[in-house]
T-cell receptor, first 115, second 113 residues
Framework: DTEVTQTPKHLVMGMTNKKSLKCEQH?????MYWYKQKAKKPPELMFV???????INESVPSRFSPECPNSSLLNLHLHALQPEDSALYLC??????????????FGEGSWLTVV | QQQVKQSPQSLIVQKGGISIINCAYE??????FPWYQQFPGKGPALLIA?????SEKKEGRFTISFNKSAKQFSLHIMDSQPGDSATYFC????????????FGSGTQLTVLP
C-alpha cells in the first residue's frame, strides 16, 4: 500500500483568504514533502519534513506555511496567495529522507486556483 | 550538472507498438533512477526504478535500459495501449535526498487505438 491521501482535491480561494491543504499517510514513512506542479512541468520541491521536523525549505515565500502535527499528517497553510500560485500541490512521502534509493510516493494532489 | 535531459517532448504511438523515452544525465553521483507516470488531473505514480549497477529492469510491459558509460537511460513500453497515454517523467537522485531528486522535463505519450 503506497497511498498518500490529500484533501481537498480542488480549492478556489481569494487573495485575502486563509485556507489549508491536508495530507495523510499510514505507511509508517518518516519523511513527508510538499511539491508544486505547474501544467506540463515536473514537480518542484517546496518543503521536506524528516521525523516531523522541517529539514528543507526551498526558499518558499512565507505565504506558504507548512506544519507536521505528527508522523502521519502534513498540512500546508495558505495565506494572501497570488494568482501565480495557482497550481497542483502535491504531498508525498518516503520511508526515510537521505538514504540511497529513497523512493518518493506522491498523492493525487490538490488543485489550487487563486482568484 | 544536476540536469536530466528527457526526449522526446511528445510521442504518438499506435496501439501495440513500442514507446521509447530517453533520458541523459551528467552527474555521475546520481545513484537512483525512478520513472513516474502521471495521468491528467492525478499525481505522479512511481512506475519503475533502477540503480546504476543494473543494466536492465523489466516489470510487465515496462523496461528500463541503463547505460552507465553513456550516462543514459530509457523507458520502453512494449505493446503500448491507449491506457498508457500519460505524461512520463524520468528522474535521478543522489544520496536519497529530495533536494537531489532531479526530474526530466516530461514526455507526453499518446497511444492511438
Amino acid at each position: 500500500d503506497t497511498e498518500v491521501t490529500q484533501t481537498p482535491k480542488h480549492l478556489v480561494m481569494g487573495m485575502t483568504n486563509k485556507k489549508s491543504l491536508k495530507c495523510e499517510q499510514h505507511m509508517g514513512h518518516r519523511a513527508m514533502y510538499w511539491y508544486k506542479q505547474k501544467a506540463k512541468k515536473p514537480p518542484e520541491l517546496m518543503f521536506v519534513y524528516s521525523y516531523e521536523k522541517l529539514s528543507i525549505n526551498e526558499s518558499v515565500p512565507s505565504r506558504f506555511s507548512p506544519e507536521c502535527p505528527n508522523s502521519s499528517l502534513l498540512n500546508l497553510h495558505l495565506h494572501a496567495l497570488q494568482p501565480e500560485d495557482s497550481a497542483l500541490y502535491l504531498c508525498a512521502s518516503s520511508r526515510r529522507e537521505g538514504f540511497s534509493g529513497n523512493t518518493i510516493y506522491f498523492g493525487e494532489g490538490s488543485w489550487l486556483t487563486v482568484v | 550538472q544536476q540536469q536530466v535531459k528527457q526526449s522526446p517532448q511528445s510521442l504518438i504511438v499506435q496501439k501495440g507498438g513500442i514507446s521509447i523515452i530517453n533520458c541523459a544525465y551528467e552527474n555521475t553521483a546520481f545513484d537512483y533512477f525512478p520513472w513516474y507516470q502521471q495521468f491528467p488531473g492525478k499525481g505522479p505514480a512511481l512506475l519503475i526504478a533502477i540503480r546504476p549497477d543494473v543494466s536492465e529492469k523489466k516489470e510487465g510491459r515496462f523496461t528500463i535500459s541503463f547505460n552507465k558509460s553513456a550516462k543514459q537511460f530509457s523507458l520502453h513500453i512494449m505493446d503500448s495501449q491507449p491506457g498508457d497515454s500519460a505524461t512520463y517523467f524520468c528522474a535521478a537522485s543522489r544520496d536519497g535526498s529530495a533536494r537531489q531528486l532531479t526530474f526530466g522535463s516530461g514526455t507526453q505519450l499518446t497511444v492511438l487505438p
